[in-house]
């Protein structure tokens, strides 16, 4: 069984335009993430979301915003794509508790053209 | 600004030899200590993790944490070509935070 899931997997798309990522997770985790990975691989966290509160990553643009219907999904709106918005966006869950670990998705390649 | 760093690389090392890769952290209070791997076009899976001082060992991964000189490191005995990868460190914070800082990732390279 597949512990985070994310949907599409590649996505291409013009400037200018909205999209969304779709992201699952059947761990039964509290709390769930969105990353960005650059083309250096760096990892940043974007944005932190439990059923208590929305943690944001102040360097987010807010073209950037997630929304979770239920506690086993959350997902990514883009307003607006730039070229930077190219990366690779992982979703990722965990309990709360500092000492967990976090499981992540496979990842969605997005290309703004 | 909390900070993990770690060299970027490549590291090559030959088959069978023991890779040692090395991550610092710039948050005294940090609580706790991951290690992930990384393929290339794939997502990061968990090796390890370690909270307190002193080695922690898993088959051929062994994480030595020191807090007190505030770094962690992965070592890998009995490299294969599988291992060949990137390998992030991430640190939790302290303040209660539960959200890691992850460090730029170093890449790996075991050849035959």
């Known amino acids: 069984d597949t512990a985070v899931s994310q949907t599409p997997k590649y996505l291409v798309t013009q400037m200018g335009n909205d999209k969304s990522i779709k992201c699952e997770q059947n761990?039964?985790?509290?709390?769930m993430y969105w990353y960005k990975q650059d083309s250096k691989k760096f990892l940043k966290i974007m944005f932190s979301y439990n059923n208590k509160e929305l943690i944001i990553n102040e360097t987010v643009p807010n073209r950037f915003s997630p929304k979770s219907p239920d506690k086993a999904h959350l997902n990514l709106h883009i307003n607006s794509l730039e070229l930077g918005d190219s990366a690779v966006y992982f979703c990722?869950?965990?309990?709360?508790?500092?000492?967990?670990?976090?499981?992540f998705g496979p990842g969605t390649r997005l290309t703004v053209l | 600004q909390k900070e993990v760093e770690q060299n970027s690389g490549p590291l090559s090392v030959p088959e069978g030899a023991i890779a040692s890769l090395n991550c610092t952290y710039s948050d005294r209070g940090s609580q706790s200590f991951f290690w992930y791997r990384q393929y290339s076009g794939k997502s990061p899976e968990l090796i390890m993790f370690i909270y307190s001082n002193g080695d922690k060992e898993d088959g051929r991964f062994t994480a030595q944490l020191n807090k007190a000189s505030q770094y962690v490191s992965l070592l890998i005995r009995d490299s294969q070509p599988s291992d060949s990868a990137t390998y992030l460190c991430a640190v939790t914070p302290s303040g209660g935070s539960y959200i890691p800082t992850f460090g730029r990732g170093t890449s790996l390279i075991v050849h035959p």
């Open positions: 990722a869950s965990s309990q709360v508790e500092a000492t967990d670990t976090q499981y």
């Open positions: 761990l039964g985790h509290d709390t």
